[in-house]
């Protein structure tokens, strides 16, 4: 992989859309209807229609309802009211439901029976919920949260696994307008804690344990201490995924949902809140980011029934928890009319390559799963399609890192030539993605497609000047809808505008180091804030991973980048071993000789020290920045907060590094 700085010249696509793919694609659709309703170019292809996306912000959101359909109770009195960031005004005057538009398949008797959401757990045994059952299960549990005293802006939390329970929960809670949060099961009470006693809920769906990795891990002592330490808790209800009896003063998630009303969607303003998402909080508490019901709605039916090419056909398959803003967007799959599936256990049970089995049994038409997935695999030669029939995938979408080179030759060459492979990059703060998947367009390897339509994102320079192949900070110079609306208990803002307009005042900074090519793609080379930069030379930890992660010694890398006092640069590089490798001089010669070959000499490391793991947020992305903190000599329960970590007895193999270095 050439630097960033130095691009060599573009190859040939790794997969090209043919004419009939592009004609019956439904942005090919969206595009000639726009440009008939309302003056979007008809010619020019993607690269056409999203310089009109941004460059007329206020039309291309407005046709976007037009188009999906949007159920708007109360008219609009304008798309854009205010575009100042933070502060930006949607559909003031709108009110809407989200969960009325989750179910509106229901209401259609041809579909009604159909299966909205497949289940599957580690036994890959099949549960089929079809849209009328969700319908009438959303409707019961919506009554019983009344009943109970639930009101509009009331938070409802879930400590939950990806079970059909968990979306029948958050859309119960959105129909009545109360605000949804949760987190996974294997989450421990003090990371629980520390998102929910920000948002003080009122009800608490939690389950007696899981199963993952062939266990069974009971969580009723958590599940006790939450009770004990969120006094604002009027209600907690007991799902015995385990068969454990309901603990005193608990409610039965099976009385709760046996009603059979119609269901009541509570219309709530454009901007009312949605949910509360969380920061993975590897610094201090986790920020707890709040999105509006009318944004979700817009961005997500945008992203999924015209990026990601999603309808009444198609099996969504994504793995994720409920700790991670996947499972929203994967949730968000019903909008529009398509089947969920829902995968409940550990990504590589019984074998690595038990997720491409659960896309088979479940018929996936999109894939989704992690750039490190796909990379175990590769490493564990899995051959998913000499095992699996995957004929109905149409596209694996990745996400979590940047897909190396690696990984897109691989999915190429082991899933099918013809694959649309669409890595992707967002955030949890916007709740979607800001590049990644287009059906019309070619995959370039090691590259994102393009910017989404209406997300005006450019790379920036340090003096705010818009760079064209070299890297720069991503920015997004006008509002998305998913945006946040504010932090929870951030009454003058204050936190939210330190977190992304501090550098470029009224422009998002998401804090990723971006390029986009001459040809219109993006290439993602890592966290900004984490960025090595060696004699003036920016380079992505991205860059390092992919190389080092290839070699079949090495397990996993951090690489962590230290301005010195002195003026000096030190450059270390930790290394997990495989089982059987040693970090010998030999390894060390291959590791950099590989750096220096396949980036440049500036990128190969000062030092090559085996660590016994690299430390991961609960979500699963490499701690790098509170590590670099650590061997700057600050204290453990200041670098890190501890509940937001996979393994803290890790980091205390940092600290110890730095404390021999000082």
Known sequence: MTSAANPAPQPAPLWQ????????????RFQAWAAERYGAPAEGGYPALHRWSVAELDTFWQAVADWFDIRFSSPYEAVLADRTMPGAQWFPGATLNYAEHALRT????????????????????LVEISWAELRRQVGSLAAELRALGVRPGDRVSGYLPN??????????SASVGAVWTSCAPDFGARSVLDRFQQVEPVVLFAVDGYRYGGKEHNRSDVVAEL?????TLRAVVHIPLLGTPAPEGTLEWSALTAGDGEPVF????????????YSSGTTGLPKAIVQSQGGILLEHFKQLGLHCDLGPDDRFFWYTSTGWMMWNFLVSGLLTGTTVVLYDGSPG????????GVAERTGATLFGTSAAYVMACRKAEVHPAREHDLSRIKCVATTGSPLPPDGFRWLHDEVREDLWIASVSGGTDVCSCFAGAVPTLPVHIGELQAPCLGTDLQAWDAQGRPVTGEVGELVVTNPMPSMPIRFWNDPDGSRYRDSYFDMFPGVWRHGDWITLTDHGSVIIHGRSDSTLNRQGVRMGSADIYEVVERLPEIRESLVIGLEEPDGGYWMPLFVHLAEGAVLDDALRTKIQLAIREQLSPRHVPDEIIEAPGVPHTLTGKRIEVPVKRLLQGTALDK?????????????RFYEDIARKRG
């Open 17 to 28: 859309p043919d004419s009939a793919r592009i004609a019956d694609a439904r942005i090919t």
């Open 106 to 125: 229901a209401e259609d008797p041809s579909r009604a029976g159909g299966p909205a959401l497949l289940h599957v757990d580690e036994t890959h045994e």
């Open 163 to 172: 079970v059909p329970q968990a979306v029948t929960a958050l859309l119960a």
């Open 227 to 231: 009770r004990r330490e969120l006094p």
């Open 266 to 277: 509570e219309q709530v303003p454009f901007d009312h809140p949605l949910w509360v998402l």
């Open 349 to 356: 049970f019984p074998s690595t390559g038990a997720q491409w």
């Open 639 to 651: 670098a890190v907060n501890p509940g937001s970590v996979d393994n803290l007895d890790l980091l």
